[in-house]
C-alpha cells in the first residue's frame, strides 16, 4: 500500500539515547524500517539531559498512522522517547519537590514520572549544602492530552513513598 495518496505531515521526535556507540543508528532504524522520511537530525552530544543522556532531536515526515507506528516501534526497540509531536504532549505542569532526592534516587524518580503518560521536560537540582543535605528540584512536565492529573497523581505518590514534600503545579506551567 502506497502512501502517495496519503497526506504526509512533518513531525519531531525528541529522544534521549546512551553515549555509547551504535545508538542513533539503533534508534533511526524503527523510523526508516516503518516509512519515515528523514529531514533533519539534531544530535546534541554537548548536553546531557538529567539523566546524563544524550539528547536527540529528529525531524521526519510521514503520514500520521505511520508516525504512531514509528513512535511505538522506537519504545518497542527501548528508544526513551521524551517527545513525539505536538499533539502527543498538549500539555505541561511544573513542581517542586523537597527533600532527599539524591538519597532517593532522583533518577528513578524521574523514570516512574516517565512511565506515567509524561515526559520530563526539564529539571533544575538545587543541593547548596551538597548531595547528604535535603535538596530541590523543579520538574517541568509534559502530559499527553488528558493525562495532567494522572502525571500528577504519580508525582503525589512518589513523594508520599520517597518522603519528598511536593508544591503543585506551579502557575504558569500548563499552557
Known sequence: MSD???SRSAYTVRLELVDEPGELLRA??????????????FHERGSLTPRG???VEVDLEATPERFETIVSALREAGVNVIRAG??????????VLVGDLVETDLSDTLSRVEQANAAVADVALSAPAGTDEPSSARLRLATE?????RALDTVRELADE??????????????
Open 53 to 55: 543522556h544524550i539528547p
Open 86 to 95: 505536538a499533539e502527543r504532549y498538549g500539555e505541561e505542569l511544573s513542581v
Open 162 to 175: 520517597k518522603d519528598l514534600h511536593l508544591v503543585e503545579p506551579l502557575a504558569g506551567g500548563d499552557r
Open 4 to 6: 502517495a495518496s496519503e
Open 145 to 149: 492530552t488528558g493525562q495532567r492529573e
Open 28 to 41: 533511526l532504524a524503527p523510523i526508516a524500517d516503518n516509512g519515515g522520511n528523514l529531514l533533519s537530525i
